[in-house]
């Protein structure tokens, strides 16, 4: 049986990374496509962009906030708005699951 490994993202903080992946999911859920990231989530998603593999190349120029988008298949997903105007959408389980 694998151990686990706690998570913390920004204020929250989880004992396995399951947990910061439904946390992850349930947020997701609570937006519609199209939506911004209230303030209080965005400090988490922030927190969970960092621990990305790509977090340099989704980053970019700096997060100005954080989105609800259209993703494949039609379902959504989580996308960073940067300071230089320009947008990415990330996997809010690589976040997790890929460090």
Same mark, same amino acid.
């Given at each position: 049986m694998a151990? /686990? /490994?706690?998570?913390t993202l920004g204020p929250k903080h989880f004992e396995k990374k399951g947990d910061a992946v439904a946390y992850l999911k349930a947020m997701l859920h609570?937006?519609?496509?199209?939506?911004?990231?209230?303030a209080a +989530?965005? #400090? #988490?998603l922030e927190a969970?962009?960092?621990?990305?593999p790509e977090? +340099?190349?989704?980053i970019g120029?700096?997060?100005? &906030?954080? &989105?609800?988008? &259209?993703a494949d298949f039609g379902s959504k997903c989580f996308w960073v708005n940067r300071t230089d105007g320009?947008?990415?959408r990330f996997s809010h389980t690589a976040c997790i699951w890929k460090t």
């Open positions: 151990a /686990k /490994k706690p998570v609570r937006y519609d496509v199209g939506d911004r990231v209230n +989530d965005a #400090v #988490v969970a962009l960092a621990r990305h977090a +340099d190349q989704k120029a700096g997060v100005k &906030s954080f &989105s609800v988008r &259209s320009t947008t990415m």
